[in-house]
């Protein structure tokens, strides 16, 4: 069996409206930045659905970060 690894969905929400998209993983302190989305909001959310999926499925833990920046 596997280790679960723990990952961080980082979601920072910038003055202009954009959302930047990001992992974090704290085991190793990496962060590896997925890129900027928006301002719609339904896009954003079906990214992070999307993506919070496949973690599940892979059998990892999920955790969440939000921020201004």
Known sequence: MTAQ???????T???DG???LGMYDPAS???EPL???GPAQ???DRVVL???QSILRAGHR???CEQSG
């Open 5 to 11: 690894l723990e990952c961080r969905i980082v979601l």
């Open 13 to 15: 929400y910038r003055r």
């Open 18 to 20: 954009q959302v930047d």
């Open 29 to 31: 302190g990496r962060y």
């Open 35 to 37: 890129g900027s989305h």
């Open 42 to 44: 339904d896009a954003v």
């Open 50 to 52: 999307g993506l919070a």
């Open 62 to 64: 999920l955790t969440w």
